[in-house]
Nanobody, 122 residues
Framework: QVQLVESGGGLVQAGGSLRLSCAAS????????MGWFRQAPGKEREFVAA????????VYADSVKGRFTISRDDAKNTVNLQMNSLKLEDTAVYYC???????????????WGQGTQVTVSS
């Protein structure tokens, strides 16, 4: 059974950077796709970025393209999300999940972690 634990959130000023990590315990198949999502208060969970567990192809939401980078760290068994040039609208709880393909629908993902809060201030 896989468990995912997100970390790295915090309070940052607009224009700043944060690096989120999603640590996986248990074996994840190399064919699996790991996704980062976010959910702001009163809004639905939305897709941010995804990468295959084995690495390689990455997919981003248009709203974060060019500012966020998703990556894998084999040594630490994590999926990371480097967030640069943060905007007020990036404020949300960020979650990672596991799927079989590069879906943007959160219903296609499982093994959600508890999330990590990212707050961007002006």
């Amino acid at each position: 059974q896989v468990q995912l634990v997100e970390s790295g959130g915090g309070l940052v000023q607009a224009g700043g950077s944060l690096r989120l990590s999603c640590a996986a315990s248990g074996l994840i198949s190399s064919s699996r796709v790991m996704g980062w999502f976010r959910q702001a208060p009163g809004k639905e969970r939305e897709f941010v970025a995804a990468i295959r567990w084995s690495g390689g192809r990455t997919v981003y939401a248009d709203s974060v393209k060019g500012r966020f980078t998703i990556s894998r760290d084999d040594a630490k068994n994590t999926v990371n999300l480097q967030m640069n040039s943060l905007k007020l609208e990036d404020t949300a709880v960020y979650y990672c999940g596991r799927s079989w393909d590069y879906y943007s629908d959160p219903k296609r993902y499982d093994s959600w972690g508890q999330g990590t809060q990212v707050t961007v201030s002006s």
